[in-house]
T-cell receptor
Framework: AQTVTQSQPEMSVQEAETVTLSCTYD???????LFWYKQPPSRQMILVIR??????QNATENRFSVNFQKAAKSFSLKISDSQLGDAAMYFC????????????FGQGTRLTINP | DSGVTQTPKHLITATGQRVTLRCSPR?????VYWYQQSLDQGLQFLIQ???????AKGNILERFSAQQFPDLHSELNLSSLELGDSALYFC?????????????FGPGTRLLVL
């Protein structure tokens, strides 16, 4: 079974600075998808960014980018120019390409933005 | 706003009772997923329906059941409730595009069992 691990329960960063959230996963599959979801205090789950495992190029969405290291099974999220609205729980998630398309989530990292 | 709706937003009930959580997927989405978020178990997949049929099952208790109706809305039924069933229950619907499938989450139903 696939597992996702986020080793940083909490992180903090100064406003306008850059922060990187870590995620590792375990799978025997070669084709899969990886996601970062954000959960603000409202508890809504919001998709931040996604990465297809077959793509070598790291995904980027505005201030959010990933560092995808397939061999190391690592998928970190970099947030540039941090803003107060970025404060939230961030969840890393894995999904198989074939078969069951359920998301497998990590435990989450709580990100605090210091003004 | 993801376009996925869930009702009710909050639910308070007693142990032993039965409740029904409702989810309406985004227009055109055929797949519905149910997830449970609790303090001790984190976010866990419960069950998936696709166009009315059960597609995959996760760690769903036998006391829980779900279905998807012809209009594609889904209901999650929780019975013989226990204190440990208190959690946030999410529904997600998915769309397939040229980059594969993306799941969009509803706002969740917060269940408190007293």
């Amino acid at each position: 079974a696939q597992t996702v691990t986020q080793s940083q329960p909490e992180m903090s960063v100064q406003e306008a600075e850059t922060v990187t959230l870590s995620c590792t996963y375990d799978t025997s599959e070669s084709d899969y998808y990886l996601f970062w979801y954000k959960q603000p205090p409202s508890r809504q789950m919001i998709l931040v960014i996604r990465q297809e495992a077959y793509k070598q190029q790291n995904a980027t969405e505005n201030r959010f980018s990933v560092n995808f290291q397939k061999a190391a099974k690592s998928f970190s999220l970099k947030i540039s120019d941090s803003q107060l609205g970025d404060a939230a729980m961030y969840f890393c998630a894995y999904r198989n390409s074939l078969g069951a398309q359920k998301l497998v989530f990590g435990q989450g990292t709580r990100l605090t933005i210091n003004p | 706003d993801s376009g996925v709706t869930q009702t009710p937003k909050h639910l308070i009930t007693a142990t032993g009772q039965r409740v029904t959580l409702r989810c309406s997927p985004r227009s055109g989405d055929l797949s519905v997923y149910w997830y449970q978020q609790s303090l001790d178990q984190g976010l866990q997949f419960l069950i998936q329906y696709y166009n009315g049929e059960e597609r995959a099952k996760g760690n769903i208790l036998e006391r829980f059941s779900a279905q998807q109706f012809p209009d594609l809305h889904s209901e999650l039924n929780l019975s013989s409730l226990e204190l440990g069933d208190s959690a946030l229950y999410f529904c997600a619907s998915s769309v397939w595009g040229n980059r594969g499938e993306t799941q969009y989450f509803g706002p969740g139903t917060r269940l408190l069992v007293l």
